[in-house]
């Protein structure tokens, strides 16, 4: 990787990176990918997908669809209501 292309990704990532940097950050860069070069030649064949090194089932809740039975204290902390919703200024012309 060139310092162009480093300082691009600088810009892109809107992080500011002095002059003095940049060949340190190639070599980072140069570093990480040549990491994930390393990563693509690992055989993964027949390896199953997991979340975790330790093996658990997800917590699931029930897809139930409800108000959450406190509207009312929910409403205590808006700025303006009107009956059960919430006022909000216009923003849009």
């Not at 990480?32 to 330790?54: A, I, K, R, Y």
């Not at 699931?60 to 669809?65: E, G, N, Q, S």
């Not at 009312?72 to 919430?86: E, I, M, Q, S």
């Amino acid at each position: 990787m060139d310092a162009a292309t480093v300082r691009r990704i600088a810009r892109l990532a809107r992080v500011a990176v002095a002059d003095d940097e940049v060949e340190h950050l190639r070599g980072e860069i140069n570093a990480v990918l040549s990491f994930v070069e390393q990563l693509q030649q690992v055989d993964v064949e027949g390896v199953e997908p997991m979340t975790s090194v330790m093996p658990m089932v997800m917590k699931k809740r029930a897809d139930v669809v409800n108000d959450g039975e406190n509207a009312d204290a929910v409403l205590r902390n808006a700025p303006n209501t009107d009956g059960k919703y919430f006022l909000v200024p216009k923003v849009v012309e």
